[in-house]
């Protein structure tokens, strides 16, 4: 069954610029990766978008096309990549940095990653301690930096050709802060830029120039950035979607996965103990107390929304929850996350399970910089604005509207992202109630 479309959606006409803060390990990685997809030399692993399948109508109607048949999306040939970077180097050298790709990967994609030379970045070592940038925008106010983003913006517009942007944080995880009286207001955040008020980070400059811009933004990092009650307004003023924060990739998703198991079968939970090791860029400004204690905030949130203690205290009332990360340069991007569960079940019985995930933090992450990509640009054409709820798929602390929860369960949250596109392209949302095929 179809209903009325609720949104005019625009074509996705001419190329699509994306815009990467940070070209460190992800972004390389996804340049190469799009590289080599458009080359044959492989397949795009891991994005929804491109592998994935949506179910319309009944079951017994077999109606099952690809996402990116269903939905307008804009094609993989017409994107354009551009970066802002803390260090000159081109992303063929930056990858080779990064030690994500092996030389053979590395070697066929080196001519598109030679063609991507970074931006001047805006930097603040005070909100990433472990780093020190040499190639770095200068201003005599935050106002201005905002400005010098905006103009780079509209540059790779005239030079590129695009006809639209969008704009994803792929860059490192800055010092943790609360919002506070500059973050409320659009008058505040303005008054902040103009007077380079301290608790203004270079993320939260970065949304602010992309959605005076018309640019959607996703945020990759565990940052405050977008996630403030002034550019959540500024975006919805501008009629710009948002989204973020933090990519769900290792851990966090195993997480996202089991727990909601353990809930709907109703097994206790003791404790919950994760540690991580990893050595890549993102490892080392992690070892900083102030960018540890963002990320912290964003992993510790996940099972208290996904168990909800409060409704269920004899099976999760008592649970210990400890995240840990530890710099280890020897492993590089190749993470290696441990956690150990206490469950119990029947009779109050305990058990464990022990998981060792040796993942690859940028290789999961990078099909979800093209899916956010892609998706960002569809809301943007769709008339969609301000948070982008469906979109929590992504993200480890998904940005909620004010008084809500976030919904954690990956598979809730890939439920309404389908049934989003289901809803913005006139199809009936899939409840999975079944009613129809039975006699009731």
Known sequence: MTHEKPHKIEAAEGKLGVMLVGLGAISTTVIAGLDAIKAGRTKPFGSLTQMGTIRLGKRTEHNNPAIKEFVPLANMEDMEIAAWDIFEDDAYTAAKKAGVLNVTDLEAARPALEKIKPLKAVFDREWVKKLDGTYIKQG??????????????????????????????????????????????????????????????????????????????????????????????????????????????????????????????????????????????????????????????????????????????????????????????????????????DIFGWMGYPMQIKIDFLCRDSILAAPLVLDLALFLDFAKRSELRGIQEWLSYYFKSPMVAEGLYPEHNLFIQEMKLKNTLRYLMGEEPITHLGTEYYNM
């Open 140 to 341: 005599n106010t935050k106002r201005e930096l905002a400005n010098q983003l905006i103009e780079d913006i509209e540059n790779f517009k005239k030079t590129s050709g695009v006809t639209r942007v969008v704009m994803i944080w792929c860059a490192s995880t800055e010092v943790f802060t609360p919002p506070e009286e500059v973050h409320k207001t659009i008058a505040n955040f303005e008054k902040g830029l103009d007077d380079s008020h301290v608790k203004i980070s270079p993320s939260m400059i970065y949304a602010y120039a992309a959605i005076k811009s018309g640019v959607p933004y996703a945020n990759g990092a565990p940052n405050l950035a977008v996630d403030t009650p002034a550019l959540q307004e500024l975006a919805n003023e501008h009629r710009v979607p948002i989204c973020g924060k933090d990519f769900k990739t290792g851990q966090t998703l195993m997480k996202t996965i089991l727990a909601p198991g353990f809930r709907s079968r109703m097994l206790g939970v003791n404790g919950w103990f994760s540690t991580n090791i990893l050595g890549n860029r993102d490892g080392e400004v992690l070892d900083d107390p102030g960018s540890f204690k963002s990320k912290e905030e964003s992993k510790l949130s996940v099972l208290d929304t996904i168990l909800q203690p409060e409704l269920n205290k004899d099976l999760y009332g008592d649970l210990y929850h400890k995240v840990r990360i530890n710099y280890y340069p020897p492993r590089g991007d190749a993470k290696e996350g441990w956690d150990n569960i």
